[in-house]
C-alpha cells in the first residue's frame, strides 16, 4: 500500500485520499475489531492498481499485508488456499513447489490475490475465464464482524456475486483458487498487418492457448502475442525476490518510452513516425518460460486506462471504429490499443457473466489528460452493449449498469441485506450499486 504523509494514492497517481484512520490488522480477529468499531467508511485495497476510485475514503483504510502466503492445498483437487493479500508475484514460487500454477494471469504481477478477484481482472485466452471465475471458495468478514466461507455448497448466493464485489459485500481474507499442473510456455511476437490480422483473427485466437495483439493506433500494422504450452527447456526458476524485483525497475528503452510520450502531446506529426517506430521495437526474441514467469511484464511507465469487454463476435469492428475515430480526430496517444479474449463465467458482477468477450483496452501516459481519447471511446463502447472493467476508467451510471449487468439488482439486494448501513461502500460505489 502507498501511504505518504498519510495520504494513500493508487499505481498511477490518478486517485488519492487521506483517511482518518490505517489499521492493519495481523489476523481475523484483529481485523473483525477494527471493522466493527470502525467510524465511518471502510476500504481495503490490494496494491492500488486500479484506475477506479474503488479505494479512495475518508474513514478507515485497511491495510491487510499481514495476510500474506499459502494456507492450504488439496492436490487430489487442484485446490490451493492463499491469504487473500497475497501479490501475484509470489504465488507462483508458493505454487510451483508443490507442482501447480495458476491457470491464466494478466500482464503484471503487481497486484494481490484479493485485487484481482475484486474486479474480475483477466488475461487473455478464449477458452479461459477471468481469476474470479478460477475461485472455488473464499472466507469473508462481514459488516458484523461475523466471517463466513463460501462456495457453491454454502452460502452459495454470496459465492456467486462475491468474487467479483470490489470489496463491497466484506473483506475476503483467504481464497482456495482452482489451480493445475505447473507448466512451461513459449512466447512469439509476431506483426502483422491490420488487414492480414482481422481476416486471421478467429484463426490465431483458436490455435493459441493465449493469443493478444497491441496496435498503436497510427500505425498500419499490429504486434502479435502468442503463449503455447512447450515442454522445451526452461532457464532455473526466479526466487521469489527477483519476482519482486523485476517489476520495478526501469529499462533503458522504458525511460526513452517515457521521454517519448512526455514530449508526443507537443508534436502531433511525430504520432505516425513515432507509432511505426513503437510497433517495430516491441516484438521480443522467442523465449521458454515457467507460466508464472512468462505471463507478467513490467510496466513502469504510468499511464490511466479504460477497458471494455464486448460481444467476441463485436470485437474487430468496434476495434476498427475506435482507431478510425483516433485518426480522424488527431487524438494525441503514445500506448498501443491492447485486444484480448476471455470465456463466458457466471460470476455476477463479472464483466464475462454469461457472454464470450473480446477486452480492448486504451490507455494514456498519466501525464495527459484522458478526457478526449476516453470519452470518444466509451461512446463506441456503449453503442455496442460494452461491460466496463471495475478497476478501469468508466463513467457508467447506476442506471447503465443495471441494464448491462443482469445479475446487478440482485448484487444490490444481497449487499443491503449484508451491510445495511453501507460501511464497505464510498461515493463511487455508493453512487452505483446502494
Ligand atoms: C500496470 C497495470 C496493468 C494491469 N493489467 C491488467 C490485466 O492484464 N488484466 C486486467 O484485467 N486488469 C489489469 N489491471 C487492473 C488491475 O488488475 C485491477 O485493477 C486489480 O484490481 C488491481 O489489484 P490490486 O491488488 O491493486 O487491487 P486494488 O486496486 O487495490 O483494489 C481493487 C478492488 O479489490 C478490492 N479488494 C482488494 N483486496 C480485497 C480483499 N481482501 N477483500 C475484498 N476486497 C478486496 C478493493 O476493495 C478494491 O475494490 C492492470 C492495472 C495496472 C495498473
Request: aromatic share 10%; glycine share 8%; with cysteine.
Amino acid at each position: 500500500m502507498k501511504i505518504v504523509g498519510g495520504t494513500w494514492s493508487n499505481w498511477s497517481g490518478g486517485v488519492s485520499c487521506k483517511p482518518r484512520e490505517i489499521v492493519a490488522p495481523k489476523d481475523e480477529v484483529e481485523l473483525a475489531v477494527a471493522v466493527r468499531k470502525a467510524e465511518g467508511r471502510v476500504r481495503v485495497p490490494g496494491s492500488g492498481h486500479s484506475f477506479t476510485p474503488l479505494n479512495a475514503t475518508d474513514g478507515t483504510l485497511v491495510d491487510l499485508s499481514a495476510f500474506n502466503g499459502l494456507k492450504g492445498c488439496d492436490p487430489e483437487r487442484q485446490l490451493a488456499t492463499v491469504a487473500a493479500a497475497t501479490p501475484l508475484w509470489g504465488m507462483g514460487s508458493l505454487l510451483h513447489p508443490l507442482g501447480f500454477a495458476l491457470k491464466n494471469m494478466g500482464d503484471i504481477d503487481r497486484q494481490t490475490l484479493g485485487g484481482v478477484v475484486g474486479t474480475g481482472t483477466h488475461g487473455t485466452g478464449r477458452t479461459l475465464g477471468s481469476f474470479s471465475a478460477d475461485v472455488a471458495s473464499f472466507r469473508l468478514l462481514l459488516a458484523n464482524g461475523e466471517i463466513i466461507h463460501c462456495s457453491p455448497e454454502e452460502n452459495a448466493e454470496i459465492y456467486a456475486a462475491g468474487r467479483t464485489s470490489m470489496g463491497m459485500l466484506g473483506v475476503m481474507t483467504e481464497i482456495e483458487m482452482n489451480v493445475r499442473p505447473a507448466y512451461k510456455l513459449v512466447e512469439k511476437h509476431f506483426i502483422h498487418p491490420i488487414d492480414e490480422l482481422f481476416r486471421q483473427l478467429n484463426g490465431l485466437v483458436e490455435a493459441n492457448r493465449h493469443f493478444e495483439f497491441f496496435w498503436f493506433p497510427y500505425a498500419d500494422a499490429a504486434v502479435c502475442k502468442s503463449l503455447n504450452e512447450t515442454d522445451a527447456n526452461a532457464p532455473m526458476r526466479h526466487s521469489a525476490k527477483t519476482l519482486q524485483a523485476r517489476g520495478e525497475h526501469r529499462t533503458a528503452d522504458e525511460y526513452a518510452f517515457a521521454a517519448i510520450n512526455e514530449v508526443l502531446p507537443y508534436m502531433p506529426f511525430m504520432l505516425g513516425p513515432v507509432h511505426r517506430l513503437f510497433s517495430s521495437l516491441m516484438p521480443g526474441k522467442e523465449r521458454v518460460r515457467w507460466s508464472h514467469e512468462i505471463f507478467p511484464s513490467p510496466r513502469t511507465v504510468r499511464f490511466n486506462e479504460m477497458e471494455y469487454a464486448v460481444p467476441y463476435e463485436n470485437g474487430p469492428d468496434i476495434l476498427r471504429e475506435i482507431v478510425e475515430m483516433i485518426r480522424k480526430r488527431r487524438i494525441n496517444t503514445g500506448f498501443p490499443i491492447e485486444y484480448r479474449t476471455v470465456a463466458a463465467d457466471d460470476v455476477w458482477l463479472s464483466p464475462f457473466y454469461g457472454r464470450e468477450s473480446a477486452t480492448i483496452a486504451v490507455h494514456q501516459y498519466h501525464r495527459v489528460d484522458t478526457t478526449e481519447l476516453f470519452e470518444a471511446c466509451e461512446a463506441i463502447f456503449k453503442r455496442y452493449g460494452g461491460r466496463p472493467h471495475w478497476g478501469k476508467r468508466h463513467t457508467r451510471s447506476a442506471a447503465e449498469v443495471a441494464e448491462l449487468y443482469p445479475k446487478c439488482e440482485p448484487f444490490r439486494v444481497l449487499r443491503r441485506k449484508l451491510d445495511p448501513e453501507g460501511k464497505f461502500l464510498n461515493d463511487h460505489l455508493r453512487g452505483i450499486f446502494q
